[in-house]
Nanobody
Framework: VQLVESGGDLVQAGGSLRLSCAASGFTFDDFVIGWFRQAPGKEREGISCISASDGSTYYSDSVKGRFTISSDNAKNTVYLQMNSLKPEDTALYYC?????????????????????WGQGTQVTVSS
């Protein structure tokens, strides 16, 4: 399993960015792909995930209404469109993958169990 994030940048508050997570080495359609972030001195936070098989999406309260997750199964890529960015969105953003079935992943705890991770892409939002 290989996950490669891209799209992180320095942006002003109120701006937008689109992150990409390119996946390889597994059957993309069978997996849930999640976006997580970790700010300095804070715990890692799950913010959004998507089922590549049925398109179900999940969002944390902190990003709901501002961020949109989508997948292009033909390209094995998941995107995170981030709008109305705030300084508190500054973090290292990671994508992660977990089989949707036959694993410990559950829609009742959508950010709870991911085994495969990318290296991360930095998002910095200036005030």
């Amino acid at each position: 399993v290989q996950l490669v994030e891209s799209g992180g940048d320095l942006v002003q508050a109120g701006g937008s960015l689109r992150l990409s997570c390119a996946a390889s080495g597994f059957t993309f359609d069978d997996f849930v792909i999640g976006w997580f972030r970790q700010a300095p001195g804070k715990e890692r936070e799950g913010i959004s995930c998507i089922s590549a098989s049925d398109g179900s999406t999940y969002y944390s309260d902190s990003v709901k209404g501002r961020f949109t997750i989508s997948s292009d199964n033909a390209k094995n890529t998941v995107y995170l469109q981030m709008n109305s960015l705030k300084p508190e969105d500054t973090a290292l953003y990671y994508c992660a993958a977990e089989p949707q079935y036959g694993s410990d992943w559950s829609p009742s705890d959508p950010f709870g169990d991911f085994a495969s991770w990318g290296q991360g892409t930095q998002v910095t939002v200036s005030s």
